[in-house]
Nanobody
Framework: QVQLVESGGGLVQPGGSLRLSCAAS????????MAWFRQAPGKEREFVVA????????LSADSVKGRFTISRDGAKNTVYLQMNSLKPEDTAVYYC???????????????WGRGTQVTVSS
């Protein structure tokens, strides 16, 4: 009932920046939390950062604090991920997710986008 579409991925050099977007449609009122996860080859899906529509509370992983910032535009039903000071270890497929609560566990999220590839390489 909720569709999520990520965009903005691509190839960037170490130290560079990139902004990802997640456009939500459908019954978005059923989900109050939006999150970004990432998955690198051979690794488990990893929580990155999340935000609530109501109040704008945020939760972020230690690995990205000070470098990544999540924001939302309620009028556009869109969530953004601004990524700065990118490192090769940030290379992964980045997924947008929607759920009812602000959590770090992917099990807590009900809807997922198909992902967008971010590659950090010189």
């Amino acid at each position: 009932q909720v569709q999520l579409v990520e965009s903005g991925g691509g190839l960037v050099q170490p130290g560079g920046s990139l902004r990802l977007s997640c456009a939500a449609s459908g019954r978005t009122f059923s989900s109050n939390a939006m999150a970004w996860f990432r998955q690198a080859p051979g690794k488990e899906r990893e929580f990155v950062v999340a935000i609530t529509w109501n109040g704008g509370r945020t939760l972020s992983a230690d690995s990205v604090k000070g470098r990544f910032t999540i924001s939302r535009d309620g009028a556009k039903n869109t969530v953004y991920l601004q990524m700065n000071s990118l490192k090769p270890e940030d290379t992964a497929v980045y997924y947008c997710a929607a759920g009812s609560l602000l959590r770090w566990d992917p099990i807590e999220y009900d809807y997922w986008g198909r992902g967008t590839q971010v590659t950090v390489s010189s």
